[in-house]
């Protein structure tokens, strides 16, 4: 088990006129290899959670483990914690700041204690992994580079120290169509080869449906729901989250009306593609 | 009656010596009441193209005109802004005042329109964007979406005759989305608002009157919705992405199925049915 959270509630502002409750009584599990979406209204608390997750907010109510670090216990291990969770927040490439994508990318491990040479290596390493030439890039300013470029910057500089999860705040948002696929194929390609459980906030399902294999929803702070794409996507009603299905479920819906029907775990553009063909070719048509 | 017009325009970010291209070359004209999607990869050049076109940034070469007057005219340069109105991805940064009627009367007041005129004005804003009751509110206190329907509400109130949204959508959620799409909709069907949105939304784009491709600085394509998604080869070579239902007809296609391009999960359900 990578995360354990129980009954975690957080209020802000309390005992002032602006106070409010952003997380009610929140429990899940996340385990090892797990890619979680997480999604939600602005407000509904998702940021707050993952905040969390990396001791960015004192805990005050509930428990949160990850692996064998409790933060309901007196002085938990700050700095393992967030060596074992990296977060990238909202627009990363705003949040560079050293004059060369080296010390950039050096500065977390550095901080974790590494030494120079090896801070450099592991940065090297890491820059490689997020398909940076490193060669090229290492002593240009960080500034130069391009929005998504920038980006890779950003998520090299968390994995250069390692971390055992990903938590990812909008890793697409802004970029351009090719660049988020770009994005989201690279984080897919980390999964399988260097951090296995990734935690990801999305506006976009159709991304959620395509690279997620759990789907965590919050309302309002509360948890609503906590189970597959597909389960949510065609059981669920998400009008009052306005919330659309992702398009090929959209279509798969009007299908339905139309008389014909697919399989329920159709999430994707290729999926509908492979159901249209195999419903149609049963009937001799390709 | 063409509003906006660019003959031959082009623009280099200069910084120590060194050039980047902004825009090349760019030919465009768009039509009075005209919905105009602009799409294209980061660092295309869509951003230079909508400053130039209010005059923040001055052209190397080439001429721009709003309603007939150059941009190149120093005496009626705010004339020309206040004739395009620009609303920016970051709704934070587009704030000045702390009460929401204020915001939008800043931009009436610079320009020296009489106060009686002002209130009308504010109150006329407010109300197209559907956001009067919080005029008295602060602006800090709303949801992107909102905060983003007032940057818009405060540039109506200016009198535009050209509104241009660069990535006005890219921080919000769906439902923010959707409320500033709406409005920005119904502006241009109800009091013939010339709009220019600039988006990495390709689904924002089916119901543009015409879809204009920028890539490196350069226009490569301009047509409607339908003839630009169904261009795969162009697609792909400017970094877009065409909508899940256009991708679905254009792949039952490759695999035999005769189908139709569309651009609505709708008309794509249709075209499927028709296969029976």
């Not at chain 1, 997750?53 to 109510?61: A, E, F, H, P, V």
């Not at chain 1, 409790?70 to 002085?75: V, W």
């Not at chain 2, 005042?97 to 939008?104: G, H, K, L, W, Y």
């Not at chain 2, 509110?137 to 329907?149: A, I, M, N, Y």
Request: with cysteine.
């Amino acid at each position: 088990m990578s995360i354990e959270i129980k009954n975690l509630s957080c209020v802000y502002g309390v005992r002032t006129p602006y106070e409010k409750k952003a997380l009610d009584n929140i429990s899940f599990t996340v385990n090892e290899g797990e890619s979680v979406g997480l999604i939600g209204m602005t407000g509904s608390g998702k940021s707050t959670l993952l905040q969390h997750l990396n001791g960015l907010i004192k805990l005050k109510s509930g428990s949160v483990k990850v692996f064998d670090i409790d933060l309901s216990k007196r002085r938990p291990d700050l700095m393992k914690l967030r060596k074992h969770v990296g977060m990238l927040f909202q627009y990363p490439e705003y949040q560079l700041f050293a004059d060369t994508v080296k010390d950039d990318i050096m500065f977390g491990p550095l901080n974790f204690g590494m030494k120079k040479p090896e801070a450099e290596e592991a940065a090297a390493r890491a820059a490689e992994l997020t398909g940076l030439n490193w060669e090229d890039v290492k002593d240009r300013s960080p500034l130069e580079l391009s929005g998504g470029q920038k980006r890779r910057v950003a998520i090299a500089g968390i994995l250069a120290y390692s971390p055992d999860i990903l938590v990812l705040d909008e890793p697409t948002a802004g970029l351009d169509p090719l660049g988020k696929k770009e994005m989201l194929d690279l984080i897919a390609s980390l999964r399988k080869t260097t951090v296995s459980t990734v935690i990801t906030v999305s506006h976009n399902m159709d991304e959620i449906a395509e690279y997620c294999d759990r789907v965590i929803v919050l309302s309002d702070g509360k948890l609503l729901y906590d189970t597959t794409p597909a389960k949510l996507f065609y059981e669920e009603d998400l009008a009052p989250l306005h919330l659309q299905p992702p398009h090929a479920v959209r279509i798969v819906r009007l299908l339905e009306n139309k008389g014909i029907r697919l399989p329920h775990d159709v999430l994707t553009e290729d999926q509908l593609v492979a159901a249209i063909k195999e419903y149609f070719s049963g009937g001799g048509h390709a | 009656m063409k509003i906006l017009e660019t003959c031959n325009v082009s623009y280099s970010y200069k910084t120590d010596g060194e050039e980047t291209i902004g825009v090349k070359n760019v030919s465009l004209s768009v039509e009075r009441g005209e919905f105009l999607v602009l799409l294209g990869h980061n660092g295309c050049g869509k951003s230079t193209l909508a400053k130039l076109t209010n005059g923040l940034l001055m052209p190397d070469e080439g001429t721009i005109t709003v309603s007939g007057i150059p941009t190149s005219d120093e005496d009626r340069i705010y004339e020309v802004r206040s004739k395009v109105g620009m609303v920016f991805q970051n709704p934070d940064n587009q704030m000045v005042a702390s009460v929401i009627e204020d915001d939008v009367a800043f931009g009436p007041e610079n320009l020296g329109v009489e106060r009686s005129e002002i209130v009308k004005r504010v109150e006329w804003a407010l109300r197209s964007v559907d956001m009067e009751k919080y005029r008295k509110g602060t602006p800090f206190k709303l949801s992107g979406g909102q905060k983003q329907r007032v940057a818009i509400a405060a540039v109506l109130a200016m009198k535009p005759e050209i509104l241009i949204l660069d990535e006005s959508t890219a921080m919000l959620d769906p439902a923010g989305r959707e409320e500033v799409l709406s409005v920005v909709k119904r502006l241009n069907k109800e009091e013939g608002m010339t709009v220019i949105l600039i988006t990495h939304y390709m689904d924002e784009a089916a119901d543009a009157d015409r879809v204009v491709v920028m890539s490196e600085g350069k226009i490569v394509a301009s047509g409607a919705p339908i003839e630009i998604f169904s261009d795969r080869e162009l697609i792909s070579r400017c970094r877009l992405q065409a909508p899940v239902c256009c991708g679905v007809m254009h792949k039952l296609n490759a695999l035999g199925f005769r189908v139709n391009p569309v651009l609505t999960d709708e008309e794509a359900a249709e075209e499927i049915c028709r296969l029976k």
